[in-house]
């Protein structure tokens, strides 16, 4: 289980610099400001799937809630939300309080390998950039495809490195970060999907995004590091200064993308 995100100074850091969106954006010009971006892969993800005040969509790996809270709030749907996180959860139950959201949506804490759900119940399973963080992404999609009714979508965003362009020394940063021998491309993550049962409706290459979001990350993260010293542990901020400026050429040479894929669980399954 990667615990990282409950490091209070990684909390922290993630808070400040990212905001309540641990996401990438899909940007129309490298001018434009994160948060514009950001809430347009949403807007972008949630375009093919119907939601309406009948829909009931399960979130896994909810960071701070904002796509919890976007999603009722524009499609009046009922969202369950879910994070191994607990610091992130009460951040978002904070955050949804006295919001338009508050009412459909509902957060709890769930690993997404094994979730405490009833077969057959949503009408939507979305994981953004969640997915990244498992050492078992087949387990992931295996529970997806039992929780999802006949008919559900699934929707994937993630960050997914070009594995077979990366050298020796950039698979070692990637493996040490998120403790994993196996650095899968997007045709595994197709592959995967399709593995657990799943039609796959729909793959989108978003890797420019991601070079113009990791740039612009690390530039947030270089003006605010004199504030930051005063806040965070010196390891805690050298170390993800160190791996942010890391992604951030990866991501510009083409090694480190991020992929967006809509599948659904076939109406009929054998
Ligand atoms: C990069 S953040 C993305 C958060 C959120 N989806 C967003 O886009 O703002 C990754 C999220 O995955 C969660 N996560 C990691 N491992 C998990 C697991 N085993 N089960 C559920 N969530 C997990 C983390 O706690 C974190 O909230």
């Given at each position: 289980?990667?615990?990282?995100?409950?490091?209070?100074?990684?909390?922290?850091?993630?808070?400040?610099?990212?905001?309540?969106?641990?996401?990438?954006?899909?940007?129309?010009?490298?001018?434009?400001e994160?948060?514009?971006?950001?809430?347009?892969?949403?807007?972008?993800?949630?375009?093919?799937?119907?939601?309406?005040?009948?829909?009931?969509?399960?979130?896994?790996?909810?960071?701070?809630g904002?796509?919890a809270?976007?999603?009722?709030?524009?499609?009046?749907?009922?969202?369950?939300?879910?994070?191994?996180?607990?610091?992130q959860?009460?951040?978002?139950?904070?955050?949804?309080v006295?919001?338009?959201?508050?009412?459909l949506?509902?957060?709890?804490?769930?690993?997404?390998?094994?979730?405490?759900y009833?077969?057959?119940?949503?009408d939507c399973?979305?994981?953004q950039?969640?997915?990244?963080?498992?050492?078992?992404?087949?387990q992931v999609?295996?529970?997806?495809?039992?929780?999802?009714?006949?008919?559900?979508?699934?929707?994937?965003?993630?960050?997914?490195f070009?594995?077979?362009?990366?050298?020796?020394?950039?698979?070692?940063?990637v493996?040490?970060?998120?403790?994993?021998?196996?650095?899968?491309?997007p045709?595994d993550?197709?592959?995967m999907?399709?593995?657990?049962?799943f039609?796959?409706?729909?793959?989108?290459d978003w890797?420019?995004?991601?070079?113009?979001?990791?740039?612009?990350?690390?530039?947030?993260?270089?003006?605010?590091?004199?504030?930051?010293q005063?806040?965070?542990?010196?390891?805690?901020?050298?170390?993800?200064?160190?791996?942010?400026?890391?992604?951030?050429?990866?991501?510009?040479?083409?090694?480190?993308?991020?992929d967006?894929?809509?599948?659904?669980?076939?109406?009929?399954?054998?």
């Amino acid at each position: 289980m990667d615990l990282h995100y409950e490091d209070p100074g990684v909390d922290r850091l993630y808070s400040r610099i990212w905001g309540e969106d641990i996401h990438y954006g899909i940007y129309k010009s490298a001018r434009e400001e994160i948060p514009v971006a950001t809430q347009r892969a949403k807007a972008i993800m949630a375009e093919p799937l119907r939601l309406s005040e009948r829909s009931y969509v399960l979130e896994v790996g909810c960071g701070y809630g904002a796509t919890a809270r976007f999603l009722a709030e524009q499609f009046n749907c009922r969202v369950l939300a879910t994070n191994i996180s607990q610091a992130q959860l009460k951040y978002a139950q904070d955050a949804t309080v006295g919001t338009p959201a508050a009412s459909l949506v509902q957060f709890e804490e769930a690993d997404y390998h094994e979730l405490p759900y009833e077969s057959s119940t949503f009408d939507c399973w979305w994981c953004q950039e969640a997915l990244v963080h498992s050492p078992d992404k087949p387990q992931v999609l295996s529970e997806a495809f039992r929780v999802l009714k006949p008919g559900g979508y699934a929707v994937i965003s993630d960050q997914i490195f070009r594995p077979a362009k990366l050298l020796p020394d950039e698979i070692e940063a990637v493996r040490d970060r998120y403790q994993t021998s196996a650095i899968l491309g997007p045709a595994d993550y197709a592959a995967m999907i399709q593995h657990a049962g799943f039609e796959l409706i729909e793959h989108r290459d978003w890797q420019k995004h991601a070079a113009i979001h990791r740039r612009k990350i690390l530039e947030r993260l270089e003006a605010l590091i004199p504030e930051l010293q005063a806040e965070l542990e010196p390891t805690t901020l050298e170390r993800n200064h160190k791996s942010w400026s890391a992604w951030a050429t990866l991501a510009e040479q083409g090694k480190l993308g991020f992929d967006y894929f809509l599948a659904r669980k076939p109406q009929i399954t054998v």
